[in-house]
């Protein structure tokens, strides 16, 4: 157990093995109440907005899990003058397959630390409207108003075009379409609306609500009610 035991070239030594599983074991655990001090305690009390609160979080998670797998190597008694040859091998991996798995690494990077999308914001990928529930290194996690989960890969998000609807203010602007029949007064359709929209508490009086008549349908006369609301949820 103490002195170990060679495998061919390779000498395995029990102790140092446990040893380096405790001390990895240990960082861990300690990463989580860092991350929980950090999401709950401190970063709350600077002047850091929650994306770059959430960034922060999410980057220390990662950076304490490689001081824990190095800690644990070096304990196991790990030569790391083998990493030029993993790397070596790592080359030879992504070039035969793994491009896209380091693409979607490099561009989680990217979403971390430049921050074109944070947790909480809804966006528009192609036709579906979702809210970001959680960013990682491989893929994003987003969840659409049906409560559907949908995982997309963070090169998808970096090379094609996003709308983020609450990137620089969580204040929207909602357009409601109304159609109503022909004949109808089309100034008391109007005044219905606003009295609607002024009364709703939720709805900004500044900038104030719109009433646009947009269209003379195949079956109706198209309105369109205009509202500003303070926040995007």
């Not at 790397?87 to 798995?101: D, E, P, R, T, W």
């Amino acid at each position: 157990i103490v002195n170990g035991f060679e495998i061919g070239e390779f000498r395995i030594v029990p102790s140092k093995i446990l040893m380096s599983l405790l001390i990895f074991s240990l960082i861990i655990i300690s990463t989580g109440w860092i991350k929980n001090q950090l999401e709950t305690n401190w970063l709350p009390k600077t002047t850091i907005e929650r994306g770059g609160r959430e960034a922060v979080v999410t980057i220390t998670g990662y950076v304490m899990f490689i001081i824990a797998a190095l800690a644990a190597l070096s304990v196991a008694g790990f030569d790391f003058g083998n990493i030029a040859i993993i790397a070596g091998a790592l080359s030879v991996g992504i070039g035969f397959g793994l491009q896209n798995i380091v693409n979607n690494f490099v561009s989680g990077l990217i979403l971390l630390f430049e921050r074109p999308l944070r947790e909480g914001d809804t966006i528009e990928v192609g036709v579906a409207r979702a809210q970001i529930k959680k960013i990682g290194l491989r893929a994003t996690t987003v969840q659409t108003f049906e409560n559907a989960n949908v995982i997309i890969p963070n090169a998808d998000l970096i090379s094609n075009q996003v709308t983020n609807w609450t990137l620089n203010t969580r204040q929207v602007r909602l357009s409601v379409p109304v159609g109503v029949a022909y004949g109808t007064d089309a100034a008391l359709v109007g005044a219905t609306l606003l009295s609607c929209a002024k009364d709703h508490e939720t709805v900004l009086k500044s900038p104030a609500p719109q009433v646009l008549f947009l269209n003379l349908g195949d079956s109706s006369l198209d309105f369109e009610l205009r509202v500003w609301v303070p926040d995007a949820d």
